[in-house]
């Protein structure tokens, strides 16, 4: 049955296995399609007749396989390997036999390969002893042989070169040799046939018959082999290639459902994987000598290095499927396993990735059980202590193969209870190495929970708290002994799970994926970690230039997560910034994103440092980057402040093409590179990035004052689907995923983007003030698009209006109003919850996050813009700002006013309050006081020293001449009045450009602006053929208020009411309100033939102007500015 194997075996054995290397094809780079379609191999190929060539004719060319330097043995680093105890226990452990010729043999064997000194020596004693003569070993390599063989392999493969070790023999000189890297090194093995031989030997030998003693594996020696093929990462990952359990074991075992259904999981019985790894191994073996046979065919060493190594990915199949064989013997015998032995399968098998929830469970439940056993020994005599290495490959080994189980919980558990015992006293065993790996495992397993509660999880979270400050506690006391990755990585646990971090900061806050683990020494844990980050901070300073481009990140977002800033801190992020400067052509893409982010969050805002991360994401780069990276970077240069150089190149709505920045120009600048570079990406491939990804994109455009109609309407459609879409029914993706924030967020972007066509200086928009906002935003996406985009935000937002924060709220409310729009519902269910939350007490612990003064101020005015009713709001907001205002005796004044409220805010109050027709006895005199100070004579000189200000707005100035006004003669019990000769000496000195004017009046209310349009005009003179006398535009100013009316505002004539059409006499006024004094319902009767015309509306151009043709025709009502002007010229008589 085996002769043509033994006819192979004699052939590799005469010429000494040299074979060609050049071509070899990393199992890494095999494609999974490839592997998958070489899965199943038929029943009818046996393992016999594997090649026709039956002679020994077959050369093999020696084409430079390097041999290097025997290299000696670490010894102490040896001992913490699987296998290599020592010398006198790799003797002991070989198994007895009756032939001590073959067992002095074995021994002999042995003795040579752990006094190899590199990989080709071990290959080469594989050779010379005659492993490769037959099957299985040829009855000269034992199962010892085989897990020292494989095992010393590994070791050399993953060991770094220092040619200072490397050993001499006798009679030799030294010779210089080149290093490798491990990869190198690993590529050399695998592409050497003697390896693949000696696995496929070891295959055929791990299934070979159990009456053949030689070859009875045992504990240690499975546990050697798991760990040597995962170190030489040869097994492709379950996903690539299925796992093979035994049917048997699921009739023994506890196997849980989610092993059952696990689609990388395929269930055999021993038989047939047996049968399967045996003609696997044949395989392997036919395919070295084919290409050794066709090497042999060719003439020159160039032609015969072309040929590629092919029997590589079927040796990486053949590897999978021994590691599925060891994992089915360790499941039969799994109490022979010692905690060093299971330790290092969990490593193995989570390595290769070739890992699954019942073979772990079973492995963690045994070694809890033997960890619990060495604890109750003298934990003070250190050899009876349990090895620290054994904790922490085991949780690392669960947290890189993703499982979650009990058996999992229970390790965490086993773990702190060991630290926790005898106070600590095992924790100064631990290497940073180990407690920083310790503490990444706890964490990343923390972090892959999925947001149902299970009762073990309040299990788990108290013992990865003690294991954490068991960490934090090690590294205050010997920090300097803590490399730089062990720092970052143990500084990236505590922040994923929040650990040190107050609950205060965490109230609410469900804007973000996070782990926040409730302590019941919360303040303690908190001064615990901020000691230990100053301490980090401080260690780290000297050494920055040690740490590699990841570790920097991890320390900055660390930092940043845990809130720990000031001092030291400050520092460190400049030295953080400084690093990133010099070396960010080695920052990786996710490395620059989130640490612009972290610098951006702390608030350090070095714009040279932004210039030169931004410098590497281009459009030429752009593809490789991941959507998180691209939105955090451009988050983070929004969020700092770094501007474009070129912020109008893309606005391809209102600038015409010809006085856009060029592409040469573009790319000339990294910022504005940058921004192009992340929304041409989100344009291309918007299904990949994620609700929170979208949101900061367009939030970044819009808060850096980036105009860029494509990709606002790019993404409108594909979150509600374009025009076309919607009459076909498809919906688009819709706004799962957007928590509160986002959607808030979003809205804002959108209404932001429309608002911000006021500042350009090129503008195509011939409308101005509201109007031209909703002619943007409908030239930008489409009005039909806008709508559906708002009414889904408006929809998602009710089912989820609890969650909402206050300035989730405010942005919300703002975007709606900002663009004209109403949705009634929500708009209720807004003043719901707000009223509601303002009723909790303040002392209870359920009361809410309290509100910002622009908050409020941001609430109510949206609402008194939308004209929806909010009496009861501003009733239930008064107590609150008076209380927020007022100093610690319970009273307010210009100074404690400011340290809550801006005047700007302040004055978007009073016109609100004005609009809705609401005056708060309590609330309009704190309002008059931090406009104008007490009793309204204060001094505006000293008002601008108290608000840091430059005065009041000159929109602000037309504002309070309203408010005034209502105030007469609505509210004239209240005794406001305006300071005497207002408005001189109030008003700022504006020297902000046209730009920071339309960023910083986000909530301008109504100017003065006198416009004649086309349809008044037309109107004028229809009403003149019948005979109407009237006039056009009709001023009132504060003289006439005061002359004909007793309404006194001013002591300075301003004009500021004004009728499109009057006749005077008769006191009739007539006013052409165009779309830009409405608002259009979302939600309104859907019976109502006004809502039933779906078709958009139009772009129309005219004497180089651009504007829109409103034909929507949705249900409207008047706005709050004109139901406001309404109001006081019927109070005037007309």
Known sequence: MFFSCLVILTVLSWFNFKIAVQGFTSPSLISSQWIYSQYRTTRSERFISLFPYQNNKVRFHDIDVSRSAAASRDSKSEALLPGSKNRSRQKNYIHNSSNNAELGQAKAINKELIDAGSAQEVLDIFISKGGAKGTAGGNVFNSVNFSTCLHRLARFVNQHDHSHNHKIKKGTQPTIQKTHTVDEKRRSVLSDPRTAILIAALSEAIVENKSNDALLFNNRELANLGWAIAKLKVAPPSNVYPVVRSKSLFQHLDATNETKNNTDIIFSSIEDMHQDILMTAAKV????????????????????????????????????????????????????????????????FASAGRADLLLFESLSDQLVINMQDKSKLNSKDKRLRPK??????????????????????KLIEGVADILDHDNGAIVQDFKPQELSNTAWGVATLLAKRGSEQVPSYKRENQAALRILRWV??????RVEEFKPQEISNSVWAFATVGFGISSSAVQLNTNNEYIYLESDSEEADRVLVSRVLNIVADSSMNRLHRFRPQELNNLAWGICRLGCNGGKMDQLFEGVGQELMKRHSYFKPQDIGTTLWSFATFEYFDEDVYRSAASELTLRKSRSFKPQELSNTVWALATAGVIPQYAD????????????????????????????????????RPHEFKAQEIKDVLWSLSKASIRHPGVFKRVAEHLVGSDADFENGILGRGMDG????????????????????????????????????????????????VRRLFSRIAETGIENIHRFKPQDLSNTCWAFSTLGLLHNVFFQRVHQEVIGRLLVPRDSQAAVIKFKAQEIANLVWSFATLNVEASSMIEKFTPFIVQMCSNDNGEYTEESIARYIKRQEVANLAWSCAVLGEYPDDLMPLLYTALFGKVCKGDPDYLKKVYGDDGIQKQTIMTMFYVQ????????????SLPYGFPSGWQESDTRTK????IDNETGSTMLQITTSKLQQNISRTLKKIGFDHRIEHLISTDDLQSEYGISLSSINQEFLSLDIANIDKMI?????????????????????????????????????????????????????????????????W
């Open 995 to 998: 730009r920071q004017k339309v």
């Open 388 to 409: 620290p290495q054994e904790f922490s490959n085991s949780v690392w080994a669960f947290a890189s193969a993703g499982l979650r189980g009990d058996g999992q919980v």
């Open 472 to 477: 934090a506690k090690s590294i205050e006391e």
């Open 285 to 348: 073996r036919r395919e070295v000598l084919e290409v050794a046979k066709e090497r042999n065919l060719l003439k020159t060493p160039a032609e015969r290095a072309a040929v590629k190594n092919k029997w590589i990915p079927t040796l990486s199949q053949l590897s999978g499927k021994l590691l599925d064989m060891i994992a089915t013997k360790v499941l039969g015998m799994l109490k022979d396993f010692n905690s060093q032995e299971l330790a290092n399968l969990l490593y193995a």
């Open 1069 to 1133: 006024g007539i006013e052409v309100d165009g779309p830009g004094h409405f608002v259009n319902i979302l939600d309104g009767d859907e019976s109502d033939d006004t809502a039933s015309n779906n078709i958009g509306g139009v772009m129309r151009i005219g004497k180089g102007k651009t504007g829109w043709e409103f034909t929507a025709n949705s249900q409207q009502k008047i706005n709050g500015p004109t139901a406001l002007k309404h109001r006081l010229m019927s109070h005037l008589g």
């Open 965 to 976: 006004m209502a105030l007469h003669i609505e509210a004239p019990d209240l005794g406001l």
């Open 738 to 785: 957007f928590s509160p924030q986002g959607l808030g967020n979003l809205a804002w972007a959108y209404a932001k983007q429309a608002q911000l066509a006021a500042a350009v200086n090129e503008s195509t928009i011939g409308s101005t003030g509201r109007l031209a906002v909703y002619e943007t935003s409908c030239l930008d996406v489409g009005e039909n698009l």
């Open 649 to 684: 190149a893309f606005d391809t709505t209102i600038i015409p093409k010809a006085k856009r920045p060029s592409l040469s120009e573009v790319t000339s600048d990294p910022i504005t590179e940058c921004f192009a570079a992340a929304t041409t990406e989100l344009m291309r």
